[in-house]
């Protein structure tokens, strides 16, 4: 495999908005920079921050391709759009991709490109003048990214090459470096990173916001770990951000309002991909995230529609929430055949069906034209992306409580979720009714897909049904995971291996 496939190749990220993502590109840092300038290794860790803008329908990391690959590869969403619009999204949509599907292989570049950012970081920070501290909280910070585009890489596609590090010149060939390490091998790393990520970075308010925190890491190491089954660790990272007392984290009161411009990095966020507007309005925002899942005209049209109508929540989803649930206004844009249409939060009017393509979308992918800060330019509307929440803290630390026998804790931590929800408190929990909240509170926030392939695991039979009630047909031991990408195979010179059944 050519390097520059892995990602090999040192790149240049999209300037960001907020003060720390407002960074020259690494490329132009050089080596006596880094080690006679202070500053030098922040520039370094911020553009590792910036590769997370990817998007577009070129190399991914959080744009339209990821949308595909977790929303509407589960049962929370179909395509949308127009039927026959983008083949490669009907695919995944529809599991008949193989491996030259352009989604897989974009983001397997994107992701790899994120790991190479990290391990060029990795390699320069020790030459900095800072002091010991502040180089293990810039590195707290980097393997704390670079764990977050593992988790993602071995969740989409298993084993994959494990690169820590920038290898010498003398290793550029070695094969080793282009086969796929075991998934349990590439989960080491995964845990190594983010934990000394828990052990090297402050805490939430320590720091600027929108950089990886101490409780950002142990959350998602908690996370790692309830993906292997591993409850009594999930249990403990999750207990120390739910039992913490430095108030820093909590439920923010209105549901709705958290995917909102008012509602970004408040108590309840724990980790958000910061996007913005400043004055040189520099699109930094992750390409197409928003305007691709934007309502889309269809029909009679006659209207300034809202974007492309990918990611159309399914009525399964629609269907799943109780009586009363606030989640599901918050989460699900509704179009009425009826002649009023449909007006959102900020006023916006969309007409009936007759001038819409399909009948629901993603409210929590909606930036507001008329009342949120933007640049004109719809392609990076600056949405932050909810990457890790308290209320998702809350129902690991319910689950692992629950599979290590405490259901009381379970309970309690299950009815604070349902209790911001408006809906009245379980008497008893079960597994189920765990997983089923998560599915209502988590829905469209590209966590579906994933928690089914790790539900399955624990509960073997029951992601089958639940695809073929949808009349998709889900192959157990191969649809698990997504195909690697014929690309990447052909370029390792066959050394890759492709996933069963592709």
Request: charged share 20%; aromatic share 10%.
């Amino acid at each position: 495999m050519a390097l520059a496939a892995l990602g090999l190749a040192l790149t240049a990220g999209a300037v960001g908005c907020k003060d720390f993502l407002d960074v020259a590109p690494q490329g132009q840092l050089t080596e006596d920079q880094i080690r006679t300038d202070v500053a030098a290794a922040q520039r370094l860790v911020d553009g590792v921050y910036n590769v997370m803008y990817l998007g577009g329908f070129g190399p991914d990391i959080h744009g339209l391709q990821y949308v595909f690959l977790t929303d509407i590869a589960s049962d929370d969403s179909d395509k949308g759009s127009s039927p026959q619009d983008y083949g490669p999204g009907l695919e995944v949509d529809n599991f008949t991709l193989n491996s030259t599907n352009g989604i897989v292989n974009n983001t397997w570049k994107g992701y790899f490109q994120g790991v190479n950012r990290a391990n060029q970081a990795l390699d320069k920070i020790p030459l900095s003048p800072a002091s010991e501290v502040v180089k293990n909280r810039l590195i707290g910070e980097v393997r704390f990214l670079r764990g977050y585009f593992y988790f993602n890489l071995v969740r989409f596609f298993g084993g994959v090459p494990l690169l820590d590090r920038i290898p010498p010149a003398s290793e550029l060939n070695n094969p080793a470096l282009q086969q796929r390490a075991t998934a349990a091998e590439i989960y080491q790393l995964i845990t190594e990173d983010f934990q000394f990520a828990v052990d090297n970075l402050p805490l939430k308010g320590a720091t600027e916001t929108g950089r990886a925190t101490k409780g950002a890491a142990q959350a998602m190491l908690a996370k790692v770990y309830l993906y292997q089954k591993n409850y009594q660790k999930a249990l403990e990272l999750s207990n120390e951000i739910v039992q913490g007392r430095s108030g820093a984290y909590g439920l923010y009161k209105d549901y709705e309002d958290i995917w909102r411009e008012k509602g970004a990095n408040s108590e309840e966020s724990i980790f958000e991909v910061q996007t913005g507007v400043n004055a040189a309005c520099n699109n930094s925002a992750v390409n197409l995230y928003t305007v691709s899942q934007g309502p889309r005209a269809g029909g009679r049209g006659g209207w300034a529609d809202l974007g492309f109508g990918f990611n159309t929540p399914t009525q399964q989803l629609a269907d799943a929430y109780e009586p009363g649930d606030k989640r599901r206004a918050g989460t699900i844009i509704f179009i009425t055949t009826e002649r009023k249409g449909t007006v959102l939060w900020d006023g916006f009017r969309i007409p009936s069906k007759d001038s819409v393509e399909n009948f629901r979308y993603s409210y929590k992918a909606y930036h507001s034209r008329l009342r949120e800060k933007n640049c004109g330019n719809n392609d990076y509307l600056p949405k932050n992306i909810r990457v890790m929440r308290y209320a998702e803290v809350l129902l690991i630390n319910a689950e692992a409580a629950f599979q290590t026998g405490n259901a009381t804790a379970a309970l309690t931590n299950v009815n604070r979720v349902r209790s911001r929800a408006g809906l009245p408190p379980l008497t008893t929990v079960t597994l189920a009714s765990i997983w089923k909240e998560r599915r209502v509170e988590l829905a469209l926030e590209h966590d579906r897909f994933f928690d089914l392939v790790r539900q399955e695991s624990v509960q073997p039979g029951r992601i089958v049904p639940i695809f073929a009630a949808q009349g998709k047909t889900f192959v157990k031991g191969k649809h698990d995971l997504f195909p690697i990408p014929q690309e990447q195979i052909d370029l390792s010179g066959g050394r890759l291996q492709q996933n069963p059944g592709y």
